[in-house]
């Protein structure tokens, strides 16, 4: 798109400075004949078509560099993103990981506790029959 710009830019500075004009005279001879003569002029600005050139190929060259830069930076944004997104989803998988652990610690514990509880309360209950017992 930007060369495209460059380019018509450049052609209609191009247009703008050359300017070309033809005059046409026709003048009777003597003998009754027509004579037309057409002159053609060129006004030029002093533009160097070399220089013009020259001037398209810097600019198309630091145009195709800037495109190569670009490229390059969204590449290694793009790696970098990617990368953060490798470390996210492992981080979040490790702390699953983590949670699921400690439940299952958890469930042991309150398990355990349990026992103990029922333990306790089996012990009380005995307790209890054999003072009612007496």
Known sequence: ????????????????????????????????SV???????????????????QTKENAESKIAEADRKIDRA???????????????????HKAGQDIKQSAKEVGNDVKDAAAKGASKVEEGAKKLKEDLSR
């Open 1 to 32: 798109m930007k060369k495209n710009i460059l380019t018509a830019l450049i052609m209609a500075v191009t247009v703008v400075s050359c300017t070309k004009s033809s005059t046409t005279e026709r003048v009777e001879n003597p003998d009754g």
């Open 35 to 53: 004579t037309t003569t057409t002159t053609v002029s060129e006004n030029t600005l002093g533009v160097d078509t070399s220089k013009i050139n």
């Open 74 to 92: 969204a590449e290694n944004a793009k790696d970098k993103i990617d990368a953060t997104a490798d470390k996210t989803k492992a981080d979040l």
